[in-house]
Structure formats: structure tokens, C-alpha cells
């Protein structure tokens, strides 16, 4: 089985939907985002040690996950099996609420852990400016933007964590 199709080739792609799109729609270009994020926490996740934060990554690449169905597919189907929903948003905001950091202040990270849980942060607010356009224009539910606006605090929280521990 060949992995290429070649039906990108004339600068087109196809959403979840099967509407051809071309490469450089919003779309495409939010979905992308997503993967650099999710790449990001699998870089995190392959040198993390500790078990809870670990979890906690995982259940959010399921969420991110599903995430890029809804919006390749412009919204909620039968597909998209575990949508983020307010309860989620209020597990980040448990998560942050247990983790947070002592300062408030901004610090330097220098621990390879740290770092890159903070390149995952970084990643998550270039997520968060390109969907600010689509909350705005009711083509993202607001549950996505809160959970993407929260997730960039978690990870500050869990940076934080990793570089004092």
C-alpha cells in the first residue's frame, strides 16, 4: 500500500466532509496547528516521567483529536465520539487549579522536560489566534475556544511544575 494519493497535487485537500478544499484554507491551515500541538505533547509525552501528567497529556491529545474531526467536518457528526464539552473544560480548570505554580510571575524554563511542555504552550496560543476568527464568525462551538484557552494555561501550570520538581 502506497501512502501517497497524489490528489493533493494541484494545491487542493478534502475535509472530513468530502468538500475539496485548497491547502491554504482555514481548514487545512487550523488542522495544522492541531498537529504541530499534537506533535508537540508526543515529544513531551516520550520524556515525561511523571504518570499523572502523562495522563493528563493523553487525554488531551484524545480531545484534540477529535477536535480536528468537528472542525474538517464543520461540526458535530457521528463521527466525532467524544466532543469537548464544558465538563472538560472544567477538568483543565481542576488540573490547573492543582498544579499551579507558586509565582505568577513569567519564568525561564531550563529543564528539557519544561521546555518542551512550554513549546507545547507556545503552539497551543498560535491554536488559540487562528480560531479566534472562526469563534468570532459562529463556525467553532465556544467550548472548543474555551478548552484551547484553558489547555494554554495547563501547560504553563505543568511547565512550571516540571521545572521545580
Not at 503552539?123 to 464568525?137: A, H, N, P, S, V
Request: some cysteine; aromatic content about 6%; glycine content about 4%.
Amino acid at each position: 500500500m502506497v501512502i501517497y494519493t497524489k490528489k493533493g497535487d494541484q494545491g487542493y485537500a478534502s475535509t472530513l466532509k468530502g468538500n475539496k478544499i485548497p491547502k491554504n484554507h482555514e481548514i487545512i491551515l487550523i488542522t495544522g496547528k492541531i498537529d504541530s500541538l499534537q506533535s508537540a505533547l508526543d515529544s513531551t509525552n516520550v520524556i515525561i516521567t511523571n504518570q499523572e501528567i502523562k495522563k493528563i497529556i493523553q487525554k488531551i491529545q484524545e480531545k484534540l483529536w477529535q477536535t480536528v474531526g468537528e472542525i474538517s467536518n464543520q461540526g458535530l457528526s457521528e463521527i466525532i465520539k467524544k466532543p469537548i464539552t464544558e465538563q472538560d473544560i472544567t477538568e483543565l480548570e481542576q488540573h490547573i487549579d492543582n498544579h499551579h505554580p507558586e509565582n505568577t510571575y513569567f519564568i525561564r524554563f531550563t529543564k528539557e522536560t519544561s521546555t518542551r511542555i512550554n513549546e507545547a504552550r507556545v503552539r497551543t496560543r498560535e491554536l488559540e489566534t487562528m480560531l479566534t476568527k472562526q469563534l468570532l464568525e459562529n463556525k467553532i462551538r465556544p467550548e472548543i475556544y474555551k478548552y484551547i484557552n484553558r489547555l494554554s494555561d495547563l501547560l504553563y501550570a505543568l511547565a512550571c511544575k516540571e521545572e521545580k520538581s
